[in-house]
């Protein structure tokens, strides 16, 4: 029998990046995990042996045990050292299974606890953050710019979770009903195309090693999309709360106008716009590729084959090949004038990037990024509910930013804009770049060409566990 505190550690190990898999391996009952725990499982229809399994999985193993495993139901390896083809049809995932891996790479997880203190601010706290709610996944200073879109056999989806509220899925005890919680996420996926998302193994789309496994029958694989300009833009804001600002280090010269911000800002030292944009990229980079982590993880947990990359052109992905045959999900871009590459801006009506063309300009840009800090459902609205004893009071005690604040953030900007004619000036507004595959593992490839161990007992037992 398990004692309570293990019994609340095991079923608190559902949700949350870093404690997705927290179990400890311990035995019990079906009956027992369907009523005990933080994670009450009782409410999911023919609730599988695998998933009460998952709830148990070691973090330990899932770590030491994480391998890509490439090798689907229905795959091939024609010929070569590692030749073998599958005697198993291309199997989907299984509804329960799509949505607890959506949930786990996106999922939001309660409020986040926001940056509490910083002297600089006082009497006011950090405003750092763009979003109230948080997920499965570190974002830098809780900007929260990274949405989610997912293609299977039957279409191509969109899963919005940036400003998604904290889940009313808990009940006076504290307890998460797993069925609700996956159903709130659930409400929220809007489908945006029929059938799967065209990718052709051919060099111009994907790296040629994933010529063979990549986005294949059966498979889900969900792309990480971050609007890095608005991540930009939210960093302009850091900087100006805290009396620094950018210099044009491309042209060499200062920004015309940011003299008269000078009570804001440090115009005699200010930092270079390419190392700013440099270190906005890397910050995004690691937020995506910490969400395909955790489902990376999951996959372990669940005993389903896949893998963490970025072996596929993300032009191709969100629709700037120029290949008409391959429209990706659609994204507008613009090919510039002296600029070899497609400038991404945004999906409209889906996710739009906070850059020209789809605001009028870059202080609307500005002003839309103040809104979603202090605006309705915003971190720092006194009205938007929370994880404190006094929430109101805390989040109104968010750093304000006012016009002043706003024209000098806008005047960095746009002169970006206008001088390259495009925000931000050198690394993408729309950012993809590591994505996540999961599938049906099929173990007879490994136990032909692998020593034992080449999988775990998850995978083994994924068809009995999960049927």
């Not at 910083?118 to 499965?136: K, V, W």
């Not at 799967?196 to 999309?225: A, D, Y």
Request: proline share 7%.
């Amino acid at each position: 029998m398990l004692n309570a505190s293990r019994r609340k550690i095991l079923g608190a190990s559902m949700l949350g990046a870093g404690t997705i898999l927290a179990g400890f391996g311990a035995s019990a009952s079906a009956e027992k995990l369907k009523s005990n725990g933080n994670i009450l499982l009782n409410r999911i229809p023919g609730l599988p042996k695998g998933l009460i399994e998952a709830t148990q999985f070691p973090l330990i193993e899932a770590i030491h045990g994480r391998r890509s495993r490439r090798f689907a139901h229905g795959a091939s390896i024609p010929d070569g050292p590692l030749a073998y083809t599958s005697k198993h049809k291309p199997a989907p995932l299984s509804e329960l299974e799509q949505i607890l891996l959506l949930t786990t790479v996106a999922g939001n997880t309660g409020w986040s606890n926001l940056i509490p203190y910083n002297q600089s601010y006082l009497p006011h706290i950090p405003n750092y953050a763009g979003a109230a709610g948080g997920r499965s996944f570190p974002s830098c200073a809780g900007f929260q710019i990274t949405e989610f879109f997912y293609t299977d056999d039957n279409g191509v989806y969109f899963l919005p979770t940036r400003d998604m509220p904290a889940t009313t899925t808990k009940n006076a005890k504290g307890e998460t009903d797993l069925k609700a919680y996956l159903d709130a996420h659930k409400s929220r996926i809007v489908k945006i195309a029929d059938g799967r998302l065209k990718i052709p193994g051919q060099p111009q789309h994907m790296e040629m090693h994933n010529e063979w496994c990549s986005n294949v029958p059966g498979s889900t694989l969900i792309f990480p999309v971050a609007d890095l300009a608005e991540h930009v833009i939210q960093v302009l804001c850091y900087f100006t709360k805290n009396g620094v600002c950018i210099y044009d280090d491309v042209n060499n010269r200062p920004i015309p106008g940011l003299e008269k911000f000078k009570n804001l800002v440090d115009i005699e030292n200010p930092y270079p716009l390419s190392y700013v944009e440099q270190v906005c990229a890397t910050e995004v980079t690691v937020e995506l590729s910490c969400s395909c982590y955790s489902g990376a993880l999951m996959l372990q947990a669940m005993g389903l084959g896949g893998w963490m990359y970025d072996g596929l052109n993300p032009f191709s992905v969100l629709g700037a090949s120029g290949d008409p045959d391959v429209p990706g999900l659609g994204f507008r871009y613009d090919m510039l004038p002296d600029q070899p590459l497609p400038h991404i801006t945004g999906l409209e009506g889906i996710l739009e990037g906070h850059c020209q063309p789809h605001f009028k300009d870059m202080r609307a840009a500005v002003e839309s990024v103040v809104k979603r800090k202090f605006g309705s459902g915003g971190p720092f609205n006194e009205t938007t509910k929370g994880p404190y004893k006094e929430s109101d009071a805390v989040r109104r005690k968010g750093a304000p930013m006012d016009d002043e604040f706003i024209d000098c953030v806008a005047t960095m900007a746009q002169y970006v804009q206008d001088t390259f004619g495009r925000f931000p000036a050198k690394v993408p507004a729309i950012l993809t770049l590591m994505y996540l595959q999961a599938h049906k593992l099929d173990t007879g490839f490994y136990d032909k060409h692998f020593d034992p161990g080449a999988y775990l007992k998850t995978h083994a037992d994924h068809e009995k566990n999960w049927a």
